[in-house]
């Protein structure tokens, strides 16, 4: 089997299993209680925030147990507006970002806020100019991706935090999920005030996250109950998920650097060889390309058919967001780059992560023009 489906989760290191299992088995207590189970638990979610901060640069007490990316991006987004609604009801956005930021806006539109979704170039990236002149008096908060989960286009989030440096009145949101591990962002240099991760998009499990929540930055929570998360987020804590999540982060900070290096390597070398079958398009810009994704279409083929068809073959690849990737429209990042229906019903996605070897690259890139060839055939 080969796994290039990593940007819709990826396979969690054994040694993260492990501690999930121990701290679930042995340091179980509620760390709400007020007895010595109670007290161990506590001490181990204090660690493993103590870790998160230190990773990502930034103070224990600015990291925000969640649920995963979903979830911290509707609380510094809803959360956001909620609070400082007095002082304005206009948000900025891109029109290329993943389902949890673009659905939260449009529920938040409901709501009368008004909402600037900014258009992207064929690169899919935004124009620094062009959120200049989005910015109003009663503007509140932009969000912008840092990673664009189907593309791969990385966002000017260093550009933006040097112009909002002017603009201290508005929040700056980053969704970092898919960049966490594989492209270096500085939250307090970029001046960004809420930043999003998703622990099982770097090997950790399903269902655990961490929201970065700038010392000074006020939101209101999105659930009522015991005040957990210091009032921000209630619900008893996962403490086996934060301590595997803290444990997934070391691990893979720990690899960034020589495992960002073989994924170029892999990138490029299935890049070489998809610009060999014939009626390929890459969509993927070659400039402001993270390391780990190649978005493509194959000329009238469409992406399900060859995804099966992959499959057969042990290849696991995706269409879209796996957020989206059920439903029958096409990539709505690659109709707003510019790219024709027709391709972009067609789009590939393959991502990689630091456990994918050049050895898979070569023989998936053989599956991918033997099932090109058939279905050709077969279509004719």
């Avoid at 189970?37 to 979610?45: P, S």
């Avoid at 112009?163 to 969704?175: E, Q």
Wanted: net charge positive; proline share 3%.
């Amino acid at each position: 089997m080969i796994y290039f489906d990593n940007s819709a989760t990826t396979k969690p290191y054994k040694e993260v299993l492990d501690s999930f299992v121990t701290v679930s088995s042995e340091y179980f207590g509620n760390p709400s209680s007020l007895h010595s189970m109670g007290g161990q638990a506590e001490k181990l979610l204090s660690q493993a925030r103590e870790q998160v901060s230190k990773f990502l640069k930034v103070k224990s007490s600015e990291i925000y147990f969640t649920s995963g990316g979903t979830e911290g991006n509707n609380l510094a987004i809803k959360g956001s507006a909620l609070m400082h609604k007095h002082r304005g009801r206009h948000l900025i956005t891109s029109s290329v970002e993943h389902p949890s930021v673009r659905l939260a806006m449009e529920q938040l539109e409901r709501e009368d806020f008004d909402i600037t979704y900014l258009p992207v170039d064929r690169l899919g990236r935004i124009r620094v100019e062009d959120l200049e002149k989005a910015i109003r008096k009663d503007t509140i908060l932009i969000s912008i991706m840092h990673v664009n989960n189907e593309v791969g286009t990385i966002q000017p989030i260093e550009e933006i935090g040097q112009l909002l440096k002017r603009y201290p009145g508005i929040l700056f949101h980053v969704d970092a999920v898919q960049s966490v591990g594989k492209i270096p962002i500085s939250l307090i240099d970029n001046r960004v005030d809420f930043c999003s991760i998703s622990a099982h998009k770097f090997h950790g499990l399903k269902g655990t996250g961490a929201l970065f929540i700038r010392e000074g930055a006020r939101i209101s929570p999105l659930f009522s109950g015991g005040d957990q998360e210091r009032k921000i987020r209630s619900g008893t804590e996962n403490v086996a998920g934060a301590v595997a999540m803290a444990k997934a982060l070391r691990m893979t900070l720990t690899k960034a650097e020589t495992g960002t290096e073989t994924m170029k390597k892999i990138q490029t070398l299935l890049w070489n060889g998809l610009t060999e079958i014939e009626g390929t398009q890459i969509h993927t810009p070659h400039e402001y390309m993270a390391p780990h994704i190649i978005n493509f279409s194959l000329k009238g083929i469409k992406s399900e058919v060859f995804i099966h068809a992959l499959e057969r073959k042990g290849v696991f690849v995706s269409t879209t967001s796996a957020c989206s990737s059920k439903k029958k429209s096409p990539s709505k990042t690659l109709i707003e780059m510019g790219v024709p229906e027709t391709l972009a019903e067609s789009a590939i996605r393959i991502s990689l992560s630091f456990q994918n070897s050049e050895e898979e690259a070569l023989t998936a890139l053989a599956a991918l023009k033997e099932s090109a060839n058939q279905l050709r055939k077969v279509m004719k």
